[in-house]
């Protein structure tokens, strides 16, 4: 099993946009909240571990690769059927400034 160093900021962004608090993740995977907590400040964690995060997420684990900064605006997930899920980056006014 191989240790994976990923961008932890989309970690704690595709958890808030799923409105999971970092306890119903811990509950959901099975894990510790001090785990949770380590991969979110971290971004260290195993490949199994990220294929169970992003499946409950409902992302590609390719979505916690991203070297960018996650966006300071909401997303809304948008089920196309049950197998495809699309993030549609809504931006409200107030970000617009």
């Not at 294929?51 to 409950?56: D, G, W």
């Not at 979505?63 to 809304?76: E, Q």
């Amino acid at each position: 099993m191989e240790k994976l160093i990923i961008n932890p900021q989309w970690l704690i962004y595709a958890r808030k946009c799923n409105k999971y608090t970092q306890q119903e993740v811990s509950k959901a995977l099975h894990r510790d909240i001090k785990t949770i907590e380590h991969w979110e400040q971290t971004g260290e964690l195993y490949e199994e571990e990220l294929e169970q995060v992003a499946k409950l997420y409902n992302v590609s684990s390719l979505y916690f690769l991203n070297n960018d900064t996650p966006p300071n605006y909401p997303v809304k997930r948008i089920s196309i059927n049950k197998n495809i899920n699309v993030d549609v980056w809504i931006p409200v006014k107030k970000y617009w400034r």
